[in-house]
């Protein structure tokens, strides 16, 4: 099984202010893809953004965006301009030939 | 349509009882999950079915009984469950299981009490 690490339980940020959520991997796949998804208290997982493992450019997709470090195993989910909506949990997935695992999770709070 | 809905979204069962959760997406996908989630934990896979096909069982108890009937709807079912399978159980789905490629989209989730 492939290791995922996210090492911030909980984070708070500004409302308004940009935050770094971390995610590292360990995997044996060539080719994989990483995906962030947010849960807010609801209970229904979101997708948010991808990146390709061969992708050169790091994924944005409105204010969020991918900070891809391949040799480091690492994916970092930046959220930029926070919104109290933002207020969720965060999970990486890093999927390649393995089973679909998600990452412990990270709790964001943001506040006004 | 983008959407996986769940039925029931709230459930209360003995642990005698028989109960189906359901799930259906009309997105087209071949591949669907079954998670079951505890509270501040990530989601853990339960099943997942390709083609309609059981092609993941991850050493789930007995009790909990998947079906998929067709490609559009995913049932689980439930018997004889114990206090400590309270928790959220959370559908998905997914153009193929292969490839690297391929988002999960989620439904709203069941959330599951066992007295």
């Known amino acids: 099984a492939q290791k995922i690490t996210q090492t911030q339980p909980g984070m708070f940020v500004q409302e308004k202010e940009a935050v770094t959520l971390d995610c590292t991997y360990d995997?044996?796949?060539?080719?994989?893809?990483l995906f962030w998804y947010k849960q807010p208290s609801s209970g229904e997982m979101i997708f948010l953004i991808y990146q390709g493992s061969y992708d050169e450019q790091n994924a944005t997709e409105g204010r969020y965006s991918l900070n891809f470090q391949k040799a480091r195993k690492s994916a970092n989910l930046v959220i930029s301009a926070s919104q109290l909506g933002d207020s969720a949990m965060y999970f990486c997935?890093?999927?390649?030939?393995?089973?679909?695992?998600f990452g412990r999770g990270t709790s964001l709070i943001v506040h006004p | 349509d983008t959407e996986v809905t769940q039925t029931p979204k709230h459930l209360v069962m003995g642990m005698t009882n028989k109960k189906s959760l359901k799930c259906e997406q009309h997105m087209g996908h071949r591949a669907m999950y079954w998670y079951k989630q505890k509270a501040k934990k990530p989601p853990e896979l339960m099943f997942v079915y390709s083609y309609e096909k059981l092609s993941i069982n991850e050493s789930v108890p007995s009790r909990f009984s998947p079906e998929c009937p067709n490609s559009s709807l995913l049932n689980l079912h439930l018997h004889a469950l114990q206090p400590e399978d309270s928790a959220l159980y959370l559908c998905?789905?997914?153009?193929?299981?292969?490839?690297?490629?391929?988002?999960?989209?989620f439904g709203p989730g069941t959330r599951l009490t066992v007295l």
């Open positions: 995997t044996s796949d060539q080719s994989y893809g």
């Open positions: 998905a789905s997914s153009q193929e299981t292969s490839g690297p490629y391929n988002e999960q989209f």
């Open positions: 997935e890093p999927k390649g030939s393995y089973i679909p695992t």
